[in-house]
């Protein structure tokens, strides 16, 4: 069955070993599951329903992507957009939750139809290899900056915006124990290096006192006060247009970018740097955003942590599938998911970060017009903390360059119009 689904063997890999991607994707992103009801809630929404929504919400999209579209890409409510959704729409612009609910829909609705038309495929292919390359080296940098604000090895300073943490900290010195013990299993290939990191530095952790919450409480709460609350009515307002266009461009650059970054480390892309049924996989990802909202969630998104998952040797839609079971089977076992430290996966994404970066070396370093673009964009997503504003950097200056020295033929004219785009966007303040 196994087989038939998700075509193990045309892909080089086995059930133990997907399962065991699953669960290190898993282990990477679960602290959503905390975080996210932590943020949303600021906007007025019910904590506990806003659990279980994050919870549904991640295991629909992981589900659809696994046997849909046959990707070891997970996803879950994006981080940065659940900020925007609770801060900037609701408490910036006075927004009521369920009609910013409504938003998310209505986004989700045209994300799918751009996909089936196909416009989102035909402007991800449109990106040229250099820039994917660095697409992959961006969302590695940017990783690795999540990864250190996580684990405290940096923080921030009033006049150098970041500065280094307490490296002698109890927490700092155990992401660095676990860190190296990854790179050591790794190099013995040891299976499952990433995730024995992980439970290595999560049992130090309870050692050393550090660790997550141990409360035992396996009641669910109910989704009741989120579940079908959106107001899609309210949504279609004149005022609401450019809260969707932020929300459709930001989740439609961030999904392409993780998708060409994770896929490209799997190994998944074809000769020509293009990803095989690209449609499917960014339906599934329109899909999940449209069910997230009637749940209560904010966008639903795929997630740069599925990396650690192909890591470990994820290559089909069963290491999201197993990502999507976890997420159900958290419903009931969040207690035990809260004995993981959010610090405690951060060797793991250090780990992915430093493997991601390896996207550079195949940027074409003769030709200024390609790797001053690439190197940009690359720069510009853990500086702005955003894949999106990294693509839109190098769309721009991909375009500009080209144009500039009379050789526009080297880029697709979709390339040229979304630059375009880019700037009529960032010049109204749209994105």
């Known amino acids: 069955m196994f087989e038939n689904l998700f075509k193990l063997s045309e892909n080089g890999t086995t059930v133990r070993i997907e399962v065991m991607a699953g669960l290190t994707t898993f ?48 996803l879950a409510p994006g981080l940065g957009l659940n900020a925007f959704f609770a801060f900037g729409v609701v408490g910036g612009m006075g927004v009521p939750w369920q009609t910013a609910l409504g938003v998310i829909f209505l986004s989700g609705v045209f994300f799918l139809i751009i996909t089936i038309l196909p416009i989102r495929a035909a402007i991800i292919n449109s990106i040229p290899k250099s820039l994917k390359m660095s697409i992959s080296a961006g969302i590695g940098l940017f990783i690795g900056v999540i990864a250190m604000e996580i684990a405290g090895i940096t923080v921030d300073h009033p006049v150098t915006l970041v500065t280094l943490g307490e490296v002698a900290s109890p927490q700092v010195v155990l992401v660095a124990i676990g860190f190296v013990a990854i790179i050591v299993l790794d190099r013995l290939a040891v299976k499952g290096a990433i995730v024995l990191g992980i439970i290595g530095t999560t049992v130090l952790a309870h050692i050393f006192g550090l660790g997550g919450s141990t409360a035992m409480d396996f009641s669910i709460p109910s989704l009741a006060p989120t579940f079908l609350q959106l107001d899609i009515v309210g949504a279609f307002q004149v005022s609401m247009i450019s809260v969707i266009i932020a929300f459709l461009f930001v989740d439609m650059f961030d999904t392409a ?22 449609g499917k996989a960014l339906s599934a990802d329109s899909i999940a955003t449209i069910t997230g909202s009637l749940v209560g969630s904010s966008t639903v998104t795929s ?36 004995l993981v430290p959010r610090f405690a996966t951060a060797p793991a994404l250090l780990f992915v970060a430093v493997l991601m970066v390896r996207g550079l070396t195949e940027i074409d370093w003769e030709d200024v017009t390609e790797y001053a673009p690439a190197v940009l964009a690359a720069v510009v997503m853990p500086f702005t903390f955003s894949i999106a504003h990294g693509i839109a950097f190098g769309f721009i200056v991909y375009a500009a360059g080209k144009l ?3 050789r526009m033929s080297e880029a697709s004219p979709i390339l040229y119009i979304m630059a375009a785009l880019f700037v009529v966007l960032y010049a109204f303040g749209l994105i």
Not at 37 to 63: E, N, Q, R, Y
Not at 257 to 275: C, F, Q
Not at 305 to 331: D, H, K, M, Q
């Open 404 to 406: 500039l020295t009379g």
């Open 257 to 278: 970018g993780t998708l060409i970054g994770v896929s490209h480390r799997a190994g998944l892309l074809d000769e020509d740097g293009k990803l095989p049924r690209m």
């Open 303 to 338: 997630y740069i942590e599925s990396a650690s998952g192909v890591r470990e040797g994820g290559r089909t839609g069963l290491t999201a599938v197993t990502v999507g079971i976890l997420f159900i089977l958290a419903l009931l076992l969040a207690p035990i998911i809260g």
């Open 27 to 74: 282990l990477t992103m679960a602290y959503i599951i905390i975080v996210n009801p932590d943020i949303m809630s600021a906007a007025g929404m019910d904590k506990g329903a806003l659990f279980v929504a994050t919870c549904l919400a991640a295991a629909i999209g992981c589900l659809i992507m696994g046997l849909w579209a046959n990707y070891p890409i997970a």
